[in-house]
């Protein structure tokens, strides 16, 4: 299969449960090979358009397509779309190895194979040993490995997974990031994941699809979505983010004069058109707004604004300091609180206007 | 909002046509309970002339014997809510020895003939009793509503301690130390915390027991006396003067209350308790009650249970006894009574294990359906299989006795007849297993099933049957010793050939063979914890851990 091809294909779909609209018209390519992450707060939808794909619902409209074929009215049970459950939906019934098994054994798989097969898996996973156990007598790390093998040992091009991290430790949930990436890499499979953790999704995915009631909001690379995303929604909900508001006083040459509260500032347009008058609003991260106390000496054409502390949080790699300049308050990371120490009172902020995403279509809505 | 509805039920239609097999089993699962539950409570509804029905308030005696069952309904419901909320608490609350003791005598009336407490209570206070003559020397007409309430009360408490118990253990303790640490004083968290978030499951256990007061048949019919309720007064009509219409009259009357109860039980409580039950799970142990409630209540309960301990040991003694109140010497020969009328015992085992195999089964399906193909039919199929539950088993008797014997369906005196009476009337309780055991599988895993590859019916044989494996077969048990031990429902419907051991029992209560009543019940129950306990023996499916 060509690679670039989308292996999962959501054109214009949509699904209501009674009067809850729980996806509208949403459309999104997957491609082969790659690792998608749905992203989005809890009943966003992201689950409900995983379990489309897997044929659990119907959608009320829209094309679902594998491999470019239609699979709309396909049972669940002729998609070969296997899922990890989030809490795992092993079989309580059965041991360690019938549960893996259990896919093999619907193919009809020859008990050879099926037994080479599972002892892979248990291997893979580090299981060995405990192919006879029931599912109650794991740990929650163990169940979650059997879970994976029992959606992989059938050698299906695709894996879904619906939050499987959410069940571990904190700890172990970073660990186990770094593995299933490892995993799909190796495998080449096309992952789809769906988490409402930005991190998660940040760290494992070549595609994010953010969602909110029932719609995708932006669909990118996670660089896009966390340093240019489309609306006030994904930047608020992936990371943290400031967001100003101001008026285009003048455009002079390929940057925009902004006016805004505390002060005028002057960045790039970045070659996108607007006009005089314009009312826009502008994100930009914690941590690329640097922070001083008052009067330290900064370089010409960076606008310092200053501004008195309002609290300060030390989270160990860096301390996040709550800083009022006039009417606005921002937040600002020191990701080298070692240096400095706390910083208290009046502090000076230097914001760099290249790293000032101006949001998209801002000044229509207002 | 109707033209939505119309076309989910044209969904609906859609989806059904798609799946052969499902239509057909929903149109015989729909046709079989519809002809077996409906029909025969339309066909004693519609018996009696509605002019008769005048006469529940004209005639003294049946009026009087609907103010009976209504005042033994009340106070009976009343006691044996508060003695079930007592061992409640105490077993689910407090730190006290003898636990074990206590779970014991509340399992025990649930699992015995609904009779036996009146045939032992006889022994213990009538006229020849033991206590009454032997140890007071007095001479007492115990027949009446004292003995009635104390008979119904031991009789029916364990179901509303069921109710209970299950509330109490998952009510939320944490939210009790929430009051205490705001200055709630014990008691004040009791009245203020625990007991409000307790009333659904004790208002539960106060309208099963309602129910169950209601329809009880065997107490007032030994004890009972003169003194009539609504059941025994329709089985004279029937027994003495073959008097249908006028038992259907006073069937009908009992009906209309026991279907009242049981629709705010489904309506009201159903769902309040639903939401304490699926709370979160504590583990925390309960913050410890004062040492003098504590040993108060554990008092209360003890002398509770050695009383029921009595009753249950008095007869056991009682059938080997000569003559009770005059010989107390021991003997073998009661047991003559019980080889007279082996028929009857083997009608009696033979009846339960196929009634219950064919409620429990029939149990499956009708959950299988409602719970796991989401049709709009669905809401009626779940109310007539929990319907007869609803119905006393004198009422579901006497339809029965109306509607097969003329064609279509002629089963009088048939064991068919007694067999399809009993499966009907256990089909509520097989029902609602197999129902819980369906909401306890999460519907993930059936997703993972379809997911790996799995068509509906491999899902069902290979996950969810075997998952099923508990509630089908406590199904089974709780419905095979019911019928062993039903007296109500066969009261109408037996015949020379398909009496049963229930019937031998009231016969030989009611001519005053004490010890042979005694030793045939004692009987009875052997051989059904007997059979029981075989069927356990049996390896349903192969111990699947290799381990």
């Known amino acids: 299969m060509n690679p670039s091809q989308a292996h999962i294909q959501i054109e214009h779909v949509s699904k209501s449960f009674g009067s809850f609209a729980a996806i509208r018209n949403v459309s999104l390519d997957i491609p082969a090979g790659s690792f998608t992450t749905l992203l989005g707060p809890s009943g966003c939808g992201k689950t409900t358009l995983m379990r489309l794909i897997a044929g659990f619902n119907e959608p009320d409209s829209g094309i679902i397509r594998i491999d470019g074929r239609p699979v709309n009215g396909l049972p669940a049970f002729k998609r070969q779309t296997p899922l990890v459950f989030q809490d795992y939906a092993l079989f309580p019934h059965m041991t360690v190895e019938e549960n893996i098994a259990y896919g093999l054994k619907l193919q009809k798989a020859s008990r050879n194979e099926s037994r080479r097969k599972v002892d892979d898996m248990l291997g893979m996973f580090g299981l060995d040993g405990l192919g006879s156990r029931l599912p109650k007598e794991l740990s929650g790390g163990q169940r979650q490995r059997v879970a994976f093998a029992r959606a992989l040992v059938t050698g299906q091009k695709i894996l879904m997974m619906d939050e499987p991290l959410s069940n571990l430790d904190a700890k172990m949930r970073v660990e186990v990031r770094q593995e299933l990436r490892e995993l799909q890499r190796r495998t080449g499979i096309t992952a789809v994941f769906v988490t409402h953790d930005q991190d998660e999704a940040l760290s494992m995915s070549d595609r994010i699809a953010v969602f909110e009631q029932g719609s995708i909001r932006q669909a990118g690379t996670p660089w896009e979505i966390y340093f240019k995303p489309n609306d006030a929604f994904v930047a608020s909900f992936v990371g943290t983010a400031n967001f100003i508001r101001g008026q285009i006083a003048e455009i002079k040459g390929g940057d925009l004069i902004v006016r805004c509260e505390p002060s005028v500032i002057r960045i790039p347009s970045h070659g996108r058109h607007y006009v005089v008058g314009e009312e826009i609003a502008m994100v930009l991260r914690p941590e690329c707004i640097s922070i001083g106390a008052d009067g330290e000496g900064g370089i010409e054409a960076v606008p310092c604004w200053s501004g008195e502390i309002q609290s300060s949080s030390f989270l160990g790699r860096m301390i996040r300091y709550e800083v009022r300049c006039g009417s606005a308050t921002f937040l600002v990371d020191d990701a080298d609180p070692s240096a400095r120490g706390f910083l208290q009172g009046s502090v000076t902020l230097r914001l760099d206007p290249e790293r000032i995403h101006v949001l998209p279509g801002s000044g229509r809505k207002e | ?547």
């Open chain 2, 1 to 547: 909002m109707s033209a939505s509805a119309l076309s989910d039920a044209w969904k609906q239609v859609k989806k059904v046509k798609q799946e052969p097999i499902l239509a057909a089993v929903l149109a015989a699962a729909l046709l079989i309970t519809g002809f077996f539950v409906l029909w025969p409570i339309a066909k004693v509804v519609s018996y009696p002339h509605p002019a008769d029905y005048a006469q529940l308030f004209t005639n003294s005696r049946w009026l009087q014997a609907a103010l009976n069952s209504l005042m033994m309904t009340v106070l009976s419901t009343f006691s044996c809510t508060a003695i079930a909320f007592l061992f409640a608490f105490t077993v689910a609350r407090l730190d006290v020895p003898l636990k074990g003791l206590f779970r014991f005598v509340t399992l025990l009336p649930i699992v015995s003939p609904p009779f036996i407490v009146a045939l032992s209570y006889i022994l213990l206070f009538g006229r020849q009793g033991l206590v009454t003559k032997q140890l007071l020397h007095f001479n007492v007409d115990i027949y009446g509503w004292h003995g009635l309430w104390l008979v119904q009360t031991i009789t029916f408490f364990p179901y509303a301690y069921a109710v209970i118990y299950g509330v109490l253990q998952s009510s939320a303790v944490h939210l009790e130390y929430a009051a205490h640490n705001l200055g709630a004083t014990r008691w004040q968290a009791f009245r203020h915390v625990f007991l409000p978030l307790c009333r659904p499951g004790i208002a539960g256990g106060a309208l099963i027991t309602a129910m169950n007061v209601l329809a009880d048949f065997g107490n007032p019919m030994i004890i009972g006396g003169n003194f009539t309720l609504l059941p025994t007064e329709a089985y004279m009509q029937m027994s003495g003067w073959f008097d249908l219409s006028s038992a259907a009259v006073l069937s009908t009357a009992l009906l209309l209350p026991a279907l009242g109860l049981f629709l705010v039980n489904r309506l009201w409580v159903g769902r309040s308790s639903y939401i304490t039950v699926t709370g979160r799970e504590s583990s925390l142990q309960a913050y410890p009650a004062a040492p003098g409630v504590k040993w108060t209540l554990f008092a209360c309960c003890l002398s509770i249970s050695l009383f029921i301990l009595a009753v249950y040991g008095v007869l056991v003694y009682g059938a080997f006894t000569k003559t009770w109140g005059y010989d107390w010497s021991f003997t073998l020969d009661n047991l003559n009574y019980v080889t007279a009328k082996q028929q009857e015992l083997y009608n009696s085992i033979r009846y339960a294990l196929l009634s219950s195999i064919g409620a429990a089964v029939l149990g499956l399906i009708l959950a299988y359906i409602v719970h796991r193909k989401r049709i709009g039919i669905n809401r009626l199929l779940d109310f007539l299989a929990i319907l007869p539950g609803a119905v006393p088993g004198v009422f579901l008797g006497l339809g029965f006795a109306l509607t097969f014997n003329q064609p279509p369906i002629q089963l009088s005196g048939t064991s068919a007849i007694m067999i399809l009476a009993l499966m009907f009337w256990n089909l509520p309780t097989c029902y609602s297993a197999c129902s819980a055991g369906f909401q306890q599988i999460g519907r993930s895993l059936e997703d993972a099933s379809h997911n790996l590859g799995a068509g509906s019916f491999r899902t069902l044989l290979g996950i969810l049957l075997p998952l099923l494996k508990g509630p089908f077969l406590s199904g089974i048990s709780v419905s095979f010793l019911r019928s062993v031990t039903c007296l109500s429902v066969i009261i109408f419907l037996y015949s020379a050939h398909t009496s049963v051991g229930t019937v031998s029992i009231l016969g030989l209560v009611q001519s005053g063979a004490w010890g042979g009543a005694s030793a045939f019940t004692v009987v009875l129950i052997s051989i059904a914890f007997a059979v029981l306990a075989l069927s356990r023996l049996i390896p349903f499916t192969q111990d699947r851990r290799k381990r």
